[in-house]
């Protein structure tokens, strides 16, 4: 083995590994990671798991952290009975550099973004620390950790440790190094006795402060997003004053927006959370959560033959959010739970992580919903969050927050005429689905506040693309030349003879006819692909544990890998190429590297479906990546925007905006601009956060008008025009006409009827896209002795101007007619029965039917892809 001399006592560069992952890892990972990190050992091969895993622990082995659990028995009083009495002889800490000021809150957590850090020093890594007073009281209980990318040490707490200040102040840090640390630990459970004396860092403390956090006079607002959650707050000066004193300069802005941030694994900070929540532990009906990226992470680091359990595109549960799921552990321990409980951990985690970094208490709630769910979402909200002021009368859709930002940058920036209309067309593409809005707004100013004048209605959408969509395209290339290099073969094409297949003028073939036949031949190669490295885990449901986790595996690995060539691709303009290897490759100019974690992959060979040792070499440049990406892309913009290029509407919009992470991509600025042409598009192809300024334009948009609305800053009207529904809804007459009863994108003809003999109990409706694609069937039943005798006038009464009084007036006596009208708000129909008998009319339940049902929407995580 090799040591390097670190004077500076700086993190060393090489890896280190935990025992409870190593415990997680096969024996072939064992011997790579050896191989990986240059642990020579004569008889390596033949070394069994247990061998293997004191291997690397002994040579690149991190330190388990022994520390102190909250909840143990009288282990608090033991503890202070042995600092008490102790004799310490402090160690020189100049070199720590430690913080003079310590403050805590009660009730929550102290972590990587309070920022107390000190110095690394390797010997406090995962300690116990201490704050003591005058008479070595403890007042507080503190740790030293580690986070992944960052060189320091942060002195952090958990909230279940209650701090306490002293009569006199006058406090000192203990940092106690390993040996003493863990003395403490086992005197805290009740497992030993520690020496008379020992060595630890003594630091004098300035202050150190309980805290006690303040409701926060502003909402909360949250974007809960399909691929990435975010959240944030306006600070006013206010409100920052009461905790300026007890937070670090710089973390907090002053009258301003301020964004919840999270730490990635790998050290970066984003201001968004991945919509991911993944499964650790079940005891019971108790389950350990992971949440966004460690939930990815989890799920990355997951070995063959572990029940990994992560759960990806919850949002689109609230179309059905009374349903269960089985949540798995690495145990195998498995616990049904309702979507809506799932959901609720996720939003939960948000606001806690939100209260600690703003240092506050949240009563006030508010929650965007996407424009054409908003009672679906406002009723899974309520279920959820009912001990919060949800503000329900205040929140409004994804496209008014979009468009409130776009209203606050013309203010900023003066550019607006004075009480004129604007008309604004707003095209959302997240990672789901894609969303077209459009609005007219007017901004008048008057001598205490603006007034600011919203008509917004929805114009069309697509429930199938969205990010999502864009990252399965790159996960198809990657399975493909993945799959044609480990059976060479086989009669799957390679990347370039599959690019040089899109080498014609997508544009116009998508115009002529459509998007199946450009993709046809990369699905063929996907398919054939399948035999090779199988994805679909759905299929291997009954078959053994160890084959189904293999192809689970498969997925979410190579589902990954994609989302990291798509997230590098766009993020960065200089890259003209991406490998991805499990190699360590000679660097080429502009090419970047991302490294495929080895022993992952899993592929059909003559011995059966065995492991690989890594994901074979594979090249991707940007011209395989935007060929594939063109005509979904233009297909969007032909679809939603060539209508109202068509009908000569899209000259009005002084505004057109493209918002959502998939935006960024250049593709979309130039399908637009093939109907708007010099259209000034804002996308940007900046790094880290800046990258993530059109998600965030949702979050702003609402936390700019919550700001507005309570300092008296905007008096802000909103009205909705009835949305254009981008679906068709039809059924058959008796005679095999095709009666249509929801007409595509007209918001004036969203009903109709349909009559049957009274003998039938069931009627069949069609649900087609607006471009007559078939999507559904809806099969609505219908038991005549529940129905009710009934006036017209109790019809009225109930349902309005849904039923009118000449259609009911022509139910012929034996008839049944099924009266269907469009539902917007739960994104909808619904169906009456009534029927005429006997000259009597008789009325039948209503029922509530989603457009949008999870048996013909697309799903990347449904196991068949």
């Given at each position: 083995m090799k040591y390097t001399l670190n004077p500076k006592n700086r993190r060393p560069k090489y890896a280190s590994y935990r025992l409870e992952e190593l415990l997680s890892m096969t024996t072939l990972q064992l011997l790579d990671i050896c191989r990986q990190e240059n642990i020579i050992h004569a008889a390596l091969n033949k070394l069994d798991r247990e061998e293997l895993i004191h291997l690397v622990m002994t040579f690149r082995g991190a330190r388990e952290r022994f520390l102190l659990k909250p909840n143990i028995p009288e282990g608090e009083e033991r503890l202070q009975k042995v600092i008490s009495k102790i004799r310490i002889f402090p160690k020189d800490y100049a070199k720590l550099n430690p913080p003079s000021k310590i403050s805590v809150f009660n009730d929550m957590e102290t972590g990587f973004f309070d920022d107390y850090r000190i110095n690394y020093e390797p010997e406090l890594e995962g300690t116990n620390a201490f704050v003591l007073d005058k008479d070595n009281q403890i007042c507080a209980i503190l740790r030293v950790v580690s986070y992944p990318g960052h060189e320091d040490l942060f002195i952090t707490r958990l909230k279940e440790f209650k701090p306490k200040e002293a009569r006199v102040h006058d406090y000192r840090l203990l940092l106690c190094p390993h040996k003493f640390s863990d003395e403490l630990t086992s005197v805290y459970e009740g497992d030993s006795q520690p020496g008379s004396e020992a060595q630890a860092y003594i630091i004098p403390l300035l202050s150190f402060e309980v805290c006690e956090a303040k409701e926060a006079q502003m909402p909360l607002a949250i974007d809960f997003g399909t691929s990435n959650t975010s959240a944030g707050i306006y600070l006013s000066k206010t409100a920052y004053s009461s905790i300026e004193r007890n937070i670090k300069p710089g973390r907090l802005s002053a009258d301003s927006i301020n964004y919840l941030q999270f730490l990635a694994p790998d050290g970066q900070v984003f201001p968004v959370l991945p919509t991911v929540i993944g499964v650790e532990r079940i005891e019971g009906d108790k389950v350990t959560w992971s949440y966004g990226f460690a939930a990815d992470e989890m799920m990355n680091r997951g070995y063959m033959g572990q029940g990994m359990c992560a759960f990806y595109d919850i949002k689109r549960w609230a179309a059905n959010f009374e349903e269960t799921e089985t949540l798995i552990d690495g145990e195998g321990n498995q616990l049904k739970m309702q979507r809506k409980e799932i959901i609720k951990a996720y939003l939960s985690y948000i606001i806690s992580s939100a209260e600690q970094m703003f240092k506050c208490r949240f009563k006030k709630l508010f929650l965007s919903y996407p424009v054409k769910q908003r009672d679906?979402?406002?009723?899974?909200?309520?279920?959820?969050?009912?001990?919060?002021?949800?503000?329900?009368?205040?929140?409004?859709?994804?496209?008014?927050?979009?468009?409130?930002?776009?209203?606050?940058?013309?203010?900023?920036?003066?550019?607006?005429?004075?009480?004129?209309?604007?008309?604004?067309?707003?095209?959302?593409?997240?990672?789901?689905?894609?969303?077209?809005?459009?609005?007219?707004?007017?901004?008048?100013?008057?001598?205490?506040?603006?007034?600011?004048?919203?008509?917004?209605?929805?114009?069309?959408?697509?429930?199938?693309?969205?990010?999502?969509?864009?990252?399965?395209?790159?996960?198809?290339?990657?399975?493909?030349?993945?799959?044609?290099?480990?059976?060479?073969?086989?009669?799957?094409?390679?990347?370039?003879?599959?690019?040089?297949?899109?080498?014609?003028?997508?544009?116009?073939?998508?115009?002529?006819?459509?998007?199946?036949?450009?993709?046809?031949?990369?699905?063929?190669?996907?398919?054939?692909?399948?035999?090779?490295?199988?994805?679909?885990?759905?299929?291997?449901?009954?078959?053994?544990?160890d084959e189904y986790y293999k192809v689970y595996n498969n997925y979410y690995y190579l589902f990954s890998l994609a989302e990291s060539v798509k997230k590098a691709f766009f993020a960065n303009a200089q890259v003209l190429r991406i490998v991805v290897s499990s190699e360590n490759l000679a660097p080429q100019p502009d090419t970047l590297y991302i490294k495929a974690r080895r022993w992952k992959l899993a592929a059909n060979t003559k011995n059966g479906l065995m492991l690989q040792k890594g994901m074979p070499d594979v090249s991707i440049n940007t011209h395989q990546v935007c060929a594939v990406f063109q005509a979904d892309i233009y297909d969007i913009f032909r679809r939603f925007i060539g209508r109202l290029y068509n009908e000569n509407q899209l000259g009005k919009y002084k505004i057109v905006k493209l918002t959502g992470q998939s935006c960024k991509i250049g593709l979309f600025r130039d399908s637009l601009k093939e109907y708007v042409p010099g259209a000034k598009i804002s996308q940007g192809r900046g790094i880290l956060a800046e990258s993530y300024m059109l998600k965030l334009a949702c979050l702003d948009g609402a936390i700019r008008y919550l700001r507005d609305k309570t300092l008296g800053l905007a008096k802000v009207n909103i009205k909705y025009e009835s949305p254009a529904l981008p679906y068709i809804l039809t059924a058959k007459a008796h005679s095999g006409e095709t009666v249509t009863l929801i007409h595509p994108l007209n918001p004036n003809r969203v009903s109709g009827s349909v009559a049957r003999h009274l003998s039938a109990s069931e009627v069949e409706f069609t649900l087609s896209d607006a471009s007559g694609n078939e999507k559904h069937k809806f099969v609505v039943t219908s038991n005549h002795e529940t129905f009710s005798k009934v006036t017209y006038d109790r019809i009225e009464e109930i349902y309005g101007k849904h039923i009118i009084q000449d259609e009911t007036d022509q139910i012929e006596n034996g008839e049944i007619r099924y009266f269907v009208w469009a539902d917007p708000g739960e994104w909808g129909f619904t169906t009456v029965p009534i029927l005429r008998n006997d000259e009597e009319l008789s009325m039948g339940q209503s029922q509530l039917r989603s457009f949008e049902d999870e048996s013909w929407m697309i799903n990347y995580f449904d196991g068949l892809h």
């Open positions: 679906r979402f406002i009723t899974l909200y309520r279920e959820m969050f009912g001990q919060y002021d949800l503000m329900e009368t205040e929140m409004f859709d994804e496209g008014i927050a979009v468009l409130y930002s776009i209203i606050g940058d013309c203010i900023d920036s003066k550019q607006y005429v004075e009480n004129a209309d604007i008309h604004t067309l707003i095209l959302d593409c997240g990672g789901g689905t894609t969303d077209q809005t459009s609005a007219v707004f007017r901004v008048t100013t008057g001598s205490s506040a603006y007034t600011i004048d919203i008509m917004s209605a929805y114009e069309n959408g697509d429930t199938d693309f969205g990010g999502n969509n864009l990252t399965y395209r790159i996960m198809q290339l990657l399975k493909i030349e993945a799959a044609k290099q480990l059976a060479p073969n086989s009669a799957i094409k390679g990347l370039a003879e599959i690019a040089a297949g899109f080498s014609f003028d997508q544009y116009r073939t998508v115009d002529e006819t459509g998007t199946v036949e450009i993709y046809r031949e990369l699905n063929d190669m996907y398919e054939q692909a399948e035999s090779i490295i199988p994805t679909r885990y759905r299929d291997y449901e009954y078959s053994g544990r």
